[in-house]
């Protein structure tokens, strides 16, 4: 497997190279280096994408990876969250064998996304130790609503690679769809529960709006090629405790 990133010496790449992914790097906006990472990189290839950032809109580099794949003749395709009409008419129209992935909330993005504590109006992580437990801290959901949750580090690969072996058996039918890639569906008190259970400490949960998910998961569809999924539970012990316990 393949990754593409602006930034090959960042933590989360150097950790792929440990795990054996080929990292290679590209710029979304610049078509001419996505064409050269494509052309080092193995036949079948998964973008790593960067954010969006300052410069080209999101639509132009998105098209730069299309067109940059097909130029370096990339077999299959596989995005993420390729949810805009004009970009999956795009793709459609290039002609690449390709699939989506459609991940929940980073469930990473506790410890390494900063929010805003509006009480205070101070930053500090989502997931944050106080002197009595903990907070955990999101301002999308409401505590009653259902969440979608994503380890995005154990089960983006897993699903990426269970449709890397099985894009070309046309008796799969993988091109063309989109795959919803979440590790789990809960509340924002629920997960709590799991990371207090974990950690032997209290949890505070702060949330707002709401929101909700109803298909099956794991995705069934996913699993069926062979993607196996990790849990919130199996998170907490390998991620969640080795920093918070």
Same mark, same amino acid.
């Given at each position: 497997?393949?990754?593409? /990133?602006?930034?090959? @010496?960042?933590?989360?790449?150097?950790?792929?190279?440990?795990?054996?992914?080929?990292?290679?790097?590209?710029?979304? @906006?610049?078509?001419?280096s996505l064409v050269r990472a494509f052309q080092v990189a193995k036949p079948s290839l998964r973008p790593l994408l960067p954010p969006v950032v300052i410069g080209p809109s999101e639509l132009t580099?998105?098209?730069?990876?299309?067109?940059?794949?097909?130029?370096?003749?990339?077999?299959?395709?596989?995005?993420?969250?390729?949810?805009?009409?004009?970009?999956?008419?795009?793709?459609? !129209?290039?002609?690449?064998?390709? !699939?989506?992935?459609?991940?929940? !909330?980073?469930?990473?993005?506790?410890? /390494?996304?900063?929010?805003?504590?509006?009480?205070?109006?101070?930053?500090?992580?989502?997931?944050?130790?106080?002197?009595? @437990?903990?907070?955990?801290?999101?301002?999308?959901?409401?505590?009653?609503?259902?969440?979608?949750?994503?380890w995005v580090e154990y089960d983006v690969g897993e699903s990426v690679l269970a449709l890397l072996k099985s894009y070309a058996d046309s008796s799969k039918s993988v091109s063309g769809k989109s795959?919803?890639?979440?590790?789990?569906?809960?509340?924002?008190?629920?997960?709590?529960?799991?990371?207090?259970?974990?950690? @032997?400490?209290?949890? /505070?949960?702060?949330?707002?709006?709401?929101?909700?998910? /109803?298909?099956?998961?794991?995705?069934?569809?996913?699993?069926?090629?062979?993607?196996?999924?990790?849990?919130?539970?199996?998170?907490?012990?390998?991620?969640?405790?080795?920093?918070?316990?």
């Amino acid at each position: 497997m393949c990754n593409l /990133t602006r930034t090959p @010496g960042s933590e989360t790449a150097l950790k792929l190279k440990e795990r054996g992914v080929q990292v290679v790097e590209g710029d979304s @906006g610049d078509k001419a280096s996505l064409v050269r990472a494509f052309q080092v990189a193995k036949p079948s290839l998964r973008p790593l994408l960067p954010p969006v950032v300052i410069g080209p809109s999101e639509l132009t580099q998105r098209k730069n990876m299309v067109d940059a794949a097909k130029q370096a003749g990339v077999k299959f395709f596989v995005s993420r969250e390729l949810d805009k009409e004009a970009i999956e008419e795009y793709l459609r !129209a290039s002609g690449l064998a390709n !699939a989506s992935i459609l991940p929940g !909330a980073f469930l990473e993005n506790f410890w /390494t996304y900063v929010a805003w504590e509006i009480s205070s109006l101070r930053q500090h992580q989502m997931l944050k130790k106080t002197s009595t @437990g903990f907070d955990l801290i999101s301002l999308k959901y409401s505590p009653t609503s259902l969440q979608t949750f994503t380890w995005v580090e154990y089960d983006v690969g897993e699903s990426v690679l269970a449709l890397l072996k099985s894009y070309a058996d046309s008796s799969k039918s993988v091109s063309g769809k989109s795959y919803p890639v979440v590790t789990a569906k809960m509340t924002h008190p629920d997960l709590a529960a799991i990371i207090s259970k974990a950690l @032997g400490a209290p949890f /505070t949960v702060f949330s707002e709006y709401d929101g909700i998910y /109803t298909a099956p998961v794991p995705s069934p569809d996913l699993v069926a090629l062979g993607a196996k999924f990790g849990t919130i539970e199996e998170l907490v012990e390998t991620e969640v405790k080795k920093r918070y316990g």
